[in-house]
């Protein structure tokens, strides 16, 4: 199984060329006194000097002499425990691990055994460095393998995660006029006219109060920032070309007619931006059944909870469907670009009742995600996490002193 060590980045690693590192390292009398003593094993003048000129050959930020002795302390404790388990390493696994190390550089071991000993710093401060990495990733797997499980839900919020890296950021408010059947026409002329007339927040905000029938009413119709893809089209068309404050044209929507006040844009990086898909599940039952609606929603935490909630629901009232926001109605678009995964809002529909629940969102790629590379990476995060907590629970227990 492949090692990596995630101590330094690779970005200050490849900063220690050849040609970049200083002359010999400190002299100093009794090099090989203790400076600090940990559970009755010392740490060296010598390797705590070795060590800072080893950090500072990679160019690594803060206090070095503090960041030095910090890891040197971790090393100790990381080793005891070693002992503690009796893990041992092959010399051909720390041999990959400091081929691995170095080839961040874009050079061999050897090379930057070279390279580090022209600056005055031993081989064995390299080997050991890596060695403590390696010693304690076997440590943390061993322990913490069966407790790091990564559900199918963890990697759909990772997916949606990379969903919020769009290009374009907005934050809008929401006027939803109403509009029963036959009504239409006014309600439209009334949107017409308070889109010329609104010139600020407040004006909007007002006219919220006096006209909206969205949920975000009682917030002055304020939807939270959301990235632009996650809009449906046919209001993401009308947004985009807003300055802030400006309020858009009528957009017509099932039952009614919308309009939308930019407030702030914010452009992120271009090459993130990805249309968007969406799985959501829709629910209906009969007006009368709103106690059976309600315990549905209070209960059910993923889509697939509605399943076992109402387990001899005909199919035609529930349906999960997955699509591009491109091809989902206007009015659905916007409510489900307002939620998570796992929330869900209540719709009335004629005489029935529907409940809306946002499965998953993510991006639509030409690729398929990669969900076990993914699981991986998300279990690697859990152990390093779990491990570090670990560390920390040893260097509180442990008996640190100066000599």
Do not use: H
Request: glycine fraction near 6%; charge should be neutral.
């Amino acid at each position: 199984m492949t090692r990596f060590l995630p101590l330094l980045t690779a970005s200050l690693i490849a900063l220690a060329a050849p040609m970049a590192l200083p002359g010999p390292g400190f002299a100093q009398d009794n090099l090989f006194a203790p400076r600090l003593v940990i559970n009755d094993q010392a740490v060296t003048e010598f390797e705590f000097q070795q060590r800072r000129l080893f950090l500072q050959l990679l160019r690594a930020p803060g206090d070095l002499d503090k960041v030095a002795l910090d890891g040197l302390v971790d090393d100790r404790l990381r080793m005891q425990e070693a002992k503690r388990f009796k893990v041992t390493l092959k010399e051909e696994d720390v041999r990959k691990g400091m081929e691995e190390f170095a080839s961040r550089a874009n050079l061999s071991a050897d090379d930057f055994i070279k390279a580090l000993g022209q600056a005055g710093v031993e081989p064995e401060t390299f080997r050991d460095f890596v060695t403590s990495g390696l010693v304690w990733r076997e440590i943390a797997r061993g322990k913490f393998a069966n407790y790091a499980k990564v559900s199918d839900e963890e990697i759909d919020r990772a997916i949606e995660a990379e969903t919020r890296k769009m290009a374009l950021t907005v934050a809008v408010s929401e006027l939803i006029i109403p509009a029963q059947p036959g009504q239409e026409e006014a309600a439209l002329d009334l949107a017409r006219r308070l889109s010329r007339e609104i010139r600020s927040e407040g004006a909007f905000a007002a006219a919220v109060a006096n006209y909206s029938a969205a949920a975000s009413r009682q917030r002055g119709g304020r939807l939270d920032a959301m990235p632009l893809a996650n809009l449906p089209p046919q209001i993401s068309s009308v947004v985009l070309p807003l300055a802030p404050g400006q309020v858009s044209p009528p957009v017509p929507i099932p039952g009614g007619v919308a309009l939308f006040q930019l407030r702030s844009i914010t452009e992120g990086k271009p090459t993130d931006a990805a249309p968007v898909e969406v799985e959501y599940a829709r629910l209906t039952l009969p007006a009368e059944s709103a106690a059976q609606m309600a315990m549905v929603q209070t209960k059910a935490q993923t889509c697939k909870d509605i399943y076992g909630l109402l387990p001899d629901l005909p199919a035609d009232q529930l349906v999960v469907e997955k699509a591009a926001m491109s091809a989902i109605p206007a009015d659905t678009g916007l409510t489900l670009a307002r939620m998570d995964p796992g929330e869900s809002v209540m719709r009335a529909r004629g005489a029935a009742q529907e409940l809306l629940m946002l499965c998953s969102r993510a991006p639509v790629s030409e690729t398929p995600v990669d969900r076990e590379g993914l699981r991986v990476r998300l279990v690697n995060q859990k152990m390093e996490k779990m491990a570090d907590q670990y560390l920390a629970r040893l260097k509180a227990d442990a008996i640190i002193r100066t000599p």
